[in-house]
């Protein structure tokens, strides 16, 4: 392959920073991400007693709990986007799922987490979900899947396939994008029908049982017998996740790599129920958010900095010591052809957050915001957020439409019984207000966590509500968001 004279004086470049100074490669930091499929906060280390979590509390008590970490986007695809760019994906393109016909994708000219890496001297490793696009722009070296019974719902096998790979002989640092489908749903209501009368689809992972009647429902959710059963298989899939974890810490421990390896826990958004997926509402966007820093000197911390999945990115190059160059062209295509694509300029839209990771309530990060548009494309819903201390402003952009459904949440038991149910209500709301919803929504989430009274309308709130519709738009404006015309035009 034709290689153009920038490319090689760059490369030559890399080769001897790599060589001659104190670079991320010598230095050999590694990073796992390890990304959970709709996984809330039902873990030991966040105080739930009904979760079986031990690899996952051991990893809050030797690093950081966040507990106001939120995904910008409540849906699996748009979320990873984020994840892997440091920027929100209504600049990069990416509104929506990545597979099947919804079809949406990355614009080709921006520059993900994995090619500054690739820059530094990284070898990069993609085991489990990927559900990203174009895979050109979201390109890894590697792609470890094969010979996992179950796929990715089978996590134990997963840090299997991440031993042969992270024990290959090769010097060079690495960063493991490891993602589980667990605890997502299966593929809608009855998937898991009888399912543990049948002999385990994922042999190297233990089941774990959860029974309904030992369920505690969430305030977010109705106590229904339909909610509990689907709480018993989720518990059964989050607990599975958790030995993909303890395993993938034993793979580390066992290589030696504990003492210089970054590892974040997190998932892309909230729990896979009405309410929370596909929603800016507190059980959807505020997720947990572990990281076990090699080098940290205060352990099992807890943290109230308010972070954002466009952080993940630029912390991740700060701990490898990896300063993006904006200057450096984008990278070529196909026989040394340029990527065609919206330009997108070059600048993260989050932050590292290493400078908190021993801080309990550090200054300055009290603010953050969110932006939603499509989880599949007939879900067209725009949705911008600003929180700011304990107020949150929901900007419902097409509010006129009634809030649409992903197909299986709709089709969940725990919907279905709550359409036939004689309370119809859902949570803290009405089912009526639950699927028609007002332009703004205002909601003080320290005295009303679950959001059930929007303060939007009330005489003694209008001047929270006008300085956060205020800088909710400056937001928009400052990170080119097409729907900031929807200030002006409706």
């Not at 640092?173 to 605890?183: E, G, I, N, R, W």
């Not at 958790?242 to 958004?269: A, K, W």
């Not at 993260?348 to 009290?366: A, K, T």
């Amino acid at each position: 392959m034709k290689t153009s004279s920038g490319t090689l004086r760059f490369s030559l470049l890399i080769a001897l920073i790599t060589c001659c100074t104190n670079s991320p490669a010598a230095e050999k930091r590694n990073v796992v991400l390890f990304v959970a499929d709709d996984h809330g906060f039902q873990l030991g280390a966040y105080g739930d007693n009904i979760a079986r979590s031990p690899g996952i509390d051991r990893l809050a008590a030797e690093g950081t709990k966040f507990t106001r970490a939120y995904c910008t986007t409540a849906s699996c695809s748009a979320s990873r986007s984020v994840i892997m760019s440091g920027m929100h994906n209504h600049a990069i393109g990416h509104y929506g799922h990545a597979h099947g016909y919804s079809h949406f994708t990355t614009y080709a000219s921006v520059r993900p987490l994995t090619q500054h890496l690739h820059e530094a001297g990284y070898r990069t490793c993609s085991i489990g979900k990927y559900h990203l696009a174009p895979q050109d722009v979201y390109y890894f070296e590697s792609y470890e899947n094969d010979g996992i019974q179950g796929g990715s719902r089978n996590p134990v096998a997963m840090a299997e396939n991440a031993r042969r790979w992270i024990e290959q002989p090769d010097e060079r640092p690495f960063f493991l994008y490891f993602c589980t489908s667990d605890p997502h749903r299966g593929g809608g209501p009855g998937n898991f029908a009888n399912f543990n009368d049948r002999e385990n689809p994922y042999p190297e992972t233990k089941r774990v049982l959860f029974q309904p009647a030992d369920m505690v429902v969430p305030p977010w959710l109705p106590n229904t017998i339909e909610v509990r059963q689907e709480l018993a298989e989720y518990y059964q899939a989050c607990n599975r996740v958790d030995q993909g974890v303890q395993r993938l810490y034993q793979v580390l421990q066992q290589n030696g790599l504990l003492e210089n390896t970054l590892f974040i826990f997190t998932s892309d958004n909230g729990p896979p129920f009405p309410g929370a997926k596909t929603n800016l509402y507190q059980p959807g966007a505020n997720l947990p958010f572990i990281v076990r820093h090699p080098h940290q000197k205060k352990r099992g911390l807890t943290t109230n900095a308010m972070i954002n999945w466009t952080d993940i990115t630029p912390t991740i190059l700060d701990f490898c010591g990896i300063t993006p160059n904006p200057s450096l062209p984008v990278r070529p295509g196909e026989n040394d052809q340029p990527q065609r694509g919206k330009p997108v300029p070059y600048e993260f839209h989050g932050r590292s957050f290493l400078s908190v990771l021993e801080q309990e309530q550090p200054q300055g990060w009290d603010e953050t915001y969110l932006s939603h548009t499509f989880h599949e494309i007939t879900m067209y819903y725009p949705m911008r957020v600003v929180i700011e201390g304990n107020h949150k402003l929901i900007f419902n952009i097409a509010h006129q439409l009634p809030y649409p459904f992903a197909t299986d949440l709709f089709a969940s038991p725990t919907w279905q019984s709550a359409l036939k149910g004689e309370s119809k209500t859902f949570g803290q709301k009405t089912l009526y207000d639950y699927e028609f919803r007002p332009r703004f929504e205002l909601y003080d989430i320290a005295a009303d966590p679950y959001e059930g009274k929007n303060l939007a309308h009330l005489p003694e709130h209008q001047a929270t509500l006008t300085r956060l519709q205020h800088k909710l738009q400056e937001f928009q404006k400052n990170t080119k968001d097409p729907w900031e015309l929807k200030w002006r035009y409706e």
